[in-house]
């Protein structure tokens, strides 16, 4: 499971003055039943406690909220409807896809609606000449590559999570993936987004053209993580699958030398198809885990890959080599087969699985930094292991500069828990004084509202509250995440002057 | 964050300077123009207010070539820039048309246009990664920063690729930089245009280094670029006549800079009366059939018209095909670009008062009244 980080008091600052108002929780239920029923099948609607239970949080399971109800709308016309009748009761709506964002951008809201949007399943264009699909939100990531797989087309972003997310969560939260240096984020492979305001009318973001009249949109709707607008169809660019990959698996027997690679491969001009690294850590317990053959000795890994048309591939993979074994690799070894690639990124793909199977929890981060502090922070992180007393595994988008620690705790100790989680908004603040950001795809959502008010002024995150506006002017869409008010980041800075040790220390903190 | 001139820095007059202009407008409700080198002023509605110059606040602040990332302030002439990244073997991947010597990095972001490899390398927008702007309130604000991979808040740098100023003044900018392709090839194909356009997006679909086209009058030029022996084989298998490097990039920056013949043609008939229309169209839109010379850019998603039809004509051939029509340049009382829905036009109308309340800067330049 996830950790959690810190206590979201807007929300539940906005649900006790919602309490004390005139209406209690149950009113307010039976009213949005009534509303809701009108206008959705029956069992669209659900609303008893144990048929509400699954929806409590998304893949960040640590923090958990009963929505007043779940709507699961079948048609375009359901969601309008819906968006205007909960407008009109200035209830707030909490879009939902597979549920499987690691920042509890899903969590529901106590006076809200979830609005469920699973049933949006079906690929409803592949245009094999304009290498492009359309597909309903809810439509796996995966299952688009696979539907355009016979055309030698494929959906390039890739997130760790591909099997089980959606398309419109992946627009929500700007996902990446491991080859997204080469190919891009979500933003660059999306040319048009459909949905509705929380007005409940019919808006298009983007185009069929490569752009849009008038202001380009699609760059804040994409990320914005369900607090603009509900998103209900997506055109997709499709990219010709590359004839050929190979990777390679080289060892570094210090982290500095890892890390100077990982600069010196783009410095070289090499873009690689996929530039990973894990330190020693965390390939014992892959290996452990998947039995890949990884470098146990090693003090990091780094997988490089090539792709493109076989000649172009035979010389990057050389040119790759020559840096590597510049920058004093120990052990390099080329996939020979896709057998073998794929056995290659097991482990990798694998890292939060295999960490999940050497502590009872762990907490995963997801900051950015400049390729060139890879090495700074990985020390930096070695030392906070110590001064919090607890192990940490590293795994890297090195080619990216975005690094997945994962800390190791068991949540049953309070004291662990507590230590966790002043660990891990160390290493987002030590993230952003390298340069870096709080976030590199996981999104906000609730987790990192807190580490929000370090990296942004007062200002600029009035700005973009303000742009929330714009779109939702009663901030009824998804309220109370990714942009901290200023009440909440002044609480903040208060616990922030004793570093490491919180005033109050009996009060509960989540 | 992260971009410098936010941080609490030594004195920096320009910035002052320009902060207590915007101040004073406020106040006074007055307008004003932001302006870089001016080579671009002819784009999008026409000016309103008191120009604001950002050349004084120029000069690269960072420059990473192993990190990809450049930043450099507004006023800084595009020109150094680029020299600064050749002199490292990187480019900025989108190819932003210089229409002079003179024009501004802020120019380019705000203005959004990009070159002939926009379909395959992104646009301006795919490689602005953060930015500093002056609001209309006179607050220096950055979003953004200087990784790749960013979604803390909403990325409020890239929406400001293509605002032509309107959401606020541009300070400075980090920008994603690529490394020169080590190899180029152009080839030249006579064709017609539906041909053209076939053969395109049948070369689309596989896996090519394409990296531009163009077709006018009867002949498809295009551009592969990559690894040696990804170009090498590409042409071996593509056919068609090999264009000799020197003339290929002639052409190409001819293309981009809007000062080869198509384009000098169209310079001339605006001076007599006609307007360039630049349609962005699916790629796979069959031939536009409006009067007037025609050329495809883009794998056939952009096409320049050059006509003396009405707006009407343009606007509708464009939508027909899930397009839109911009009045680049010449006769603009149709308005520049094409009206949005209702929502949309609320939308846009909304961010701005969000960003710029009194309405200060580039006033109408994107839509009148907005």
Redesign the interface.
């Known amino acids: 499971m996830n950790a959690p980080q810190d206590l979201p008091p807007d929300a539940h600052l906005e649900t006790a003055s919602l309490k004390a108002g005139t209406t209690d929780r149950a009113t307010r239920q039976a009213q949005a039943v009534a509303a809701l029923g009108a206008l959705l099948p029956a069992h669209a609607l659900l609303y008893r406690r144990e048929d509400t239970v699954p929806y409590e949080c998304d893949g960040l399971t640590a923090y958990r909220e009963t929505p007043l109800l779940v709507a699961l709308p079948e048609t375009e016309a359901q969601v309008a409807a819906v968006l205007k009748a909960c407008h009109a009761m200035d209830l707030p709506v909490v879009a939902r896809g597979a549920g499987t964002g690691l920042s509890g951008g899903a969590m529901p809201h106590a006076l809200g609606v979830t609005l469920s949007l699973a049933k949006f399943n079906k690929i409803v264009k592949v ?5 492009t699909a359309t597909v309903q939100c809810g439509v796996r990531n995966l299952a688009i590559s696979e539907a355009v797989s016979s ?3 494929y959906y390039a972003p890739d997130p760790s999570s591909q099997i089980a997310c959606t398309i419109g969560g992946n627009v929500a ?2 996902s ?1 993936g491991v080859h ?2 080469k190919y ?2 979500t ?2 492979n999306v040319l048009k987004v459909r949905g509705f ?1 929380i ?1 409940g ?4 973001f983007g ?11 699609l ?2 709707v ?3 993580e369900g607090m ?1 607008a509900v998103i209900s169809e997506v055109t997709v660019k499709l990219t ?4 050929l990959a190979r990777c390679i698996m080289a060892s570094f027997d210090d982290i500095r030398k890892a890390g100077d690679a990982v ?2 491969i ?2 070289a ?3 690689p198809a996929g530039l990973e690294m894990m330190d020693k850590p965390m390939t014992a317990a892959v290996e452990d885990f998947v039995h890949a053959g990884y470098d146990l000795t090693a003090a990091a890994i780094l997988l490089c890959e090539s792709d ?2 076989p ?2 591939v ?3 993979i050389d040119r790759m080599l020559d840096v590597l074994t510049g920058c004093g690799a120990t052990r390099v070894e080329v996939s020979k087969d896709e057998a073998q690639r794929m056995r290659f990124w097991s482990g990798r793909k694998n890292a939060f699985p295999a960490s999940g199977r050497i502590s009872p929890d762990y907490m995963c981060m997801d900051s ?5 502090r890879l090495a700074d922070i990985l020390l930096a992180i070695a030392e906070m292991e110590k001064k919090y007393d607890l192990r940490c595994c590293n795994v890297f ?1 090195a080619g ?3 690094l997945h620690p994962l800390i190791l705790f068991d949540a049953n100790d309070p004291d662990q828990l507590h230590r966790c989680e002043q660990f891990g908004a160390d290493i987002l603040e030590t993230s ?1 004084a390298l ?10 959502g609730i987790e ?1 509202l807190s ?2 008010c370090v ?3 007062p ?3 009035e ?2 509250l ?6 939702d ?1 009663r901030g009824l869409l998804n309220p109370g995440k ?2 901290p008010t200023l009440h909440r980041c002044a609480e903040y800075g208060k616990m922030h002057v004793k570093k490491g040790l919180l005033p109050f220390p009996e009060l509960e903190r989540f | 964050m992260a971009t410098g001139i936010n941080a609490p820095a030594a004195a920096d007059p320009a910035l002052d300077a320009l902060v207590e202009r915007v101040r004073a407008a406020r106040a006074l409700k007055a307008a004003l123009d932001i302006r870089g080198g001016g080579t671009k002023a002819f784009y999008g509605e026409a000016p309103q207010g008191e120009p604001l110059d950002l050349r004084p606040l120029a000069g690269i602040s960072s420059y990473e070539p192993s990190e990809l990332v450049v930043t450099a302030r507004a006023g800084t002439p595009l020109a150094e820039l680029e020299a600064a990244l050749a002199d490292k073997g990187q480019c900025l991947a989108f190819e932003p048309p210089r229409f002079s010597q003179a024009g501004t990095v802020g120019g380019m972001v705000a203005a959004g246009l990009s070159g002939p490899s926009r379909a395959t390398a992104g646009a301006v927008r795919d490689h602005v990664l953060g930015a500093t702007l002056l609001s209309g309130r006179a607050e220096v604000l950055s979003f953004g920063g200087q990784v790749m991979k960013n979604v803390a808040g909403y990325d409020v740098s890239r929406l400001l690729a293509g605002s032509l100023g309107t959401l606020g003044v541009i300070l400075e900018v980090s920008l994603k930089v690529l490394p020169v392709a080590p190899a180029t090839a152009t080839l030249r194909f006579e064709l017609d245009e539906a041909k053209a356009l076939d053969q395109l997006n049948a070369w689309g679909g596989q896996p090519l280094p394409l990296s531009a086209s163009a077709w006018w009058s009867g002949i498809l030029v295009l551009r592969l670029s990559g690894a040696a022996a990804a170009v090498q084989s590409a042409v071996a298998r593509l056919g068609g006549e090999v264009v000799e490097p020197p003339m290929a990039a002639g052409f190409w920056t001819g293309l981009r800079d809007q000062t080869d013949e198509f384009f000098v043609g169209a310079a001339k008939a605006v001076e007599a009366g006609a307007t360039l229309w630049r349609l962005a169209v699916p790629q796979t839109a069959p031939p536009i059939k409006t009067p007037g010379e025609h050329l495809v850019e883009w794998g056939g998603a952009q096409r320049w018209v050059v006509t003396t039809a009405p707006a009407a004509t343009l606007r509708e051939a464009a939508a027909r095909v899930g397009g839109h029509a911009t009045a680049f340049r010449g006769g603009k009382s149709a308005g520049v670009f094409a009206p949005l829905s209702p929502p949309l036009m609320r939308i846009h109308r909304d961010l701005r008062a969000a960003f710029d309340p009194d309405g200060v800067f580039n006033r109408g330049r994107l839509y009148p009244g907005m």
């Open positions: 245009d094999a000449k304009a290498r055309l030698g087309l939260e700007n990446g997204c240096l891009g984020l933003l660059h305001t007005e009318e019919a808006v298009e185009g069929d053209a490569l752009d849009a009249p008038g202001l380009d949109l760059t804040v994409v990320g914005s603009l010709p699958k590359p004839q600069a010196a783009i410095a001009g090499i873009i493109g048309t000649e172009e035979a010389e990057e950015t930094i400049p390729r060139k988008h990216d500069g975005n952003v340069g870096g950001t709080v976030t590199g795809e996981h999104g906000v990192k580490s929000m990296q942004f002024s200002g600029e995150r700005q973009m303000a742009v929330k506006r714009a779109f002017g990714v942009i």
